[in-house]
């Protein structure tokens, strides 16, 4: 399915890149650790999300200016200073995310660690590789970081409302039922797998809606108001050239077949 | 001896595998996915990091465990150990066997500096019952097989759902991941999920 450039959801997409069309866990599958065992609840999504965006940012803007003055025999330097320097970051990082709750860094464990070689920093480095501009490099990250954070927060809510029934450690009174088995891994990757569907499934119907809307001309309103509806019955009958329905018995021949 | 050495193996390999259990994933798999062979080398390569690097990094844990900031720097003391590792071995494979070099070479940066590698470490070190050198050594190897014979797994089970007929929005990526987190549940069931975080 192919639509114009210009088209507003063309556009959307276009200008959301990263976030809803190519997102890095939906789209790619990277970074599973975090989405698929360490996000069970919002506080820890939110905690691990804070991490991504202040380890990926700094390492996104230093690096290109480190690897300047680094010789090129020793370019080949450059992953592995990625998750030092994300590391290095790391470090403080514990410390801010620590005070949004005490239990958060518990519940993480050594995921947060993990965040140094998240395969989203390196995935990262490949994108904007060849990029010169500094900021076309921050946008790039800020729409990883907006896509990595998207699906935290989805999988994190979904775990943590369905697993406890609480929402960032309240009680949800009209949550009656706990499935706690969905804080296993087993289960998470069965949560993204089926929100990366979910995902899919949006795209595909909005995509064929504005496919639909385009190919009869209508204006978009007269479309929304009219989605749903049958075409009329005298345009169909128009085309087909047989008798219009109020008059037609199964019983009955068409006149021309009497004829022949 | 022998017995608890492959009974730390065998957990590490199966009940506590690092992709199924922790979905701890590495970078490149897309490409690694396209034939089994570079898997293997990779795995190989991967589990051969680890088997040097995991006592190594049961000594230094040792020397710095109980100082004041222990948390803090417990992190980037197990990356240096594998940066340290990856440096050391790409400058030896460069210099004194560039024919290994230009096989290894492109995987290198990636099996060595990764999350199987970085993750087993830090859960080794947080693991009480790995207090003896060749028991860090048994986890490590059982993780790195582990790991490798995981990847194999996904990549026939790319193969045989790339060929069966699926709901247009489940194909791909859902799929993976929904027939993934089938088997670990089925791996899960041998554990009762008490893995410590």
Not at chain 1, 22 to 32: H, I, K, Q, R, Y
Not at chain 1, 43 to 64: C, D, E, F, N, Y
Not at chain 2, 88 to 107: M, T
Request: hydrophobic share 50%.
């Amino acid at each position: 399915m192919k639509m114009n450039k210009n088209h507003w959801y063309a556009r959307f997409l276009r200008g959301t890149k990263g976030v809803f069309r190519g997102n890095p866990v939906l789209g790619a599958g990277l970074a599973l650790p975090f989405v698929v065992v360490a996000a069970s609840s919002l506080q820890t999504a939110v905690g691990l999300s804070i991490g991504a965006l202040l380890t990926m940012l700094p390492v996104g803007l230093l690096i290109p200016l480190i690897m300047q003055k680094i010789p090129e025999q020793f370019r080949w330097l450059d992953y592995p200073l990625r998750a030092l320097i994300a590391a290095l970051f790391l470090m403080p990082t514990r410390v801010i995310v620590g005070a949004i709750s005490p239990a958060l860094m518990d519940s993480v464990g050594v995921y947060f660690s993990l965040l140094c070689v998240s395969t989203l920093l390196f995935a990262s480095r490949a994108m904007t590789v060849e990029e010169q501009r500094l900021e076309k490099v921050l946008l790039e990250l800020t729409r990883l970081w907006l896509g990595l954070t998207m699906v935290l927060l989805l999988v994190g809510i979904c775990r943590e409302v369905l697993g406890n029934g609480t929402l960032w450690g309240k009680p949800l009174t009209w949550m009656k039922i706990r499935f706690s088995a969905v804080m296993v891994s087993g289960l998470g990757f069965i949560l993204l797998g089926f929100i990366a569907a979910l995902g899919q499934k949006i795209h595909r119907s909005v995509l064929f809606v504005c496919l639909w809307i385009g190919k009869n001309g209508r204006t978009v309103k007269d479309k929304i108001v009219h989605f749903g509806e049958r075409p009329p019955k005298e345009n169909k009958n128009k085309i087909s050239g047989e008798i219009p329905e109020e008059t037609a018995d199964h019983e009955q021949i068409p006149e021309g077949k009497e004829q022949e | 001896m022998m017995m608890k050495f492959f009974a730390i193996f065998v957990a590490a390999l199966t009940a506590e595998n690092l992709f199924f259990t922790r979905a701890f994933d590495v970078y490149g798999l897309r490409e690694l996915h396209r034939s089994p062979k570079k898997m293997l080398l990779f795995g190989g390569l991967t589990t051969a990091v680890l088997a040097v690097a995991g006592p190594v990094a049961y000594g230094i844990n040792k020397l710095i465990y109980g100082l004041p900031f222990y948390y803090y720097i417990n992190g980037i003391t197990h990356l240096l150990i594998l940066v340290g590792l990856y440096a050391g071995v790409y400058w030896l494979l460069k210099k004194y066997q560039p024919k290994v070099f230009e096989l290894v070479g492109k995987y290198l940066p990636y099996a060595a500096i990764n999350c199987c590698t970085f993750g087993s470490l830090l859960l080794a070190a947080k693991d009480t019952e790995l207090d003896r050198w060749w028991k860090a050594l048994a986890y490590h190897c059982g993780a790195g097989i582990g790991f490798t014979l995981a990847m194999l797994l996904l990549w026939s089970v790319r193969q045989r759902l790339s060929s069966c007929h699926a709901s247009k929005s489940f194909r791909g990526l859902p799929l993976q991941m929904i027939t993934v987190g089938l088997i670990a549940l089925a791996l899960v069931g041998l554990t009762g999920n008490q893995l410590p975080a």
